[in-house]
C-alpha cells in the first residue's frame, strides 16, 4: 500500500525557478504534481498522469494542498494589502483610512 505525501524535492511546489537565470522547470521527482506515493519501505516515486483522474487521489491531493498552503499562511479569504506581513512599512502595506 502507498500513501501520498510532499515531493521532498520541491516541497510540495512541483516547480522550480532558478534564481540566477529565472528559468522555470517542473521538478523532474513528481512531474510537476508536488506529490508522489511512498510505499511501506519509504521508497517514493511519482504519480503517473492516469491516477490524477481517479476520485480518491484527487481528492487526497486536494487535502494536502489545502493543509500545504494552510502552513504557508493561505486562509482562503483575500485580506487587504495592510493587512498583509510582507506588505507591511511599504506604500501598498499603508492603510489609506488610518489618519496620520
Known amino acids: 500500500m502507498s500513501d501520498i505525501v510532499r515531493c521532498t524535492s520541491c516541497d510540495g511546489f512541483g516547480w522550480f525557478e532558478d534564481e540566477f537565470s529565472g528559468i522555470v522547470a517542473d521538478c523532474d521527482w513528481c512531474d510537476g504534481v ?5 510505499d511501506t519501505a519509504g521508497v517514493d516515486r511519482h504519480i503517473p498522469k492516469n491516477d490524477l483522474k481517479k476520485p480518491e ?3 487526497k491531493l486536494e487535502a494536502l494542498e489545502a493543509e500545504r498552503m494552510q502552513e504557508m499562511g493561505f486562509s482562503g479569504t483575500a485580506k487587504k494589502p495592510w493587512q498583509q506581513d510582507i506588505r507591511k512599512g511599504t506604500q501598498g502595506g499603508i492603510n489609506p483610512y488610518d489618519s496620520e
Not at 34 to 38: D, I
Request: aromatic share 24%; glycine share 12%.
Open 57 to 59: 487521489i484527487s481528492d
Open 34 to 38: 508536488g506529490y508522489v506515493y511512498r
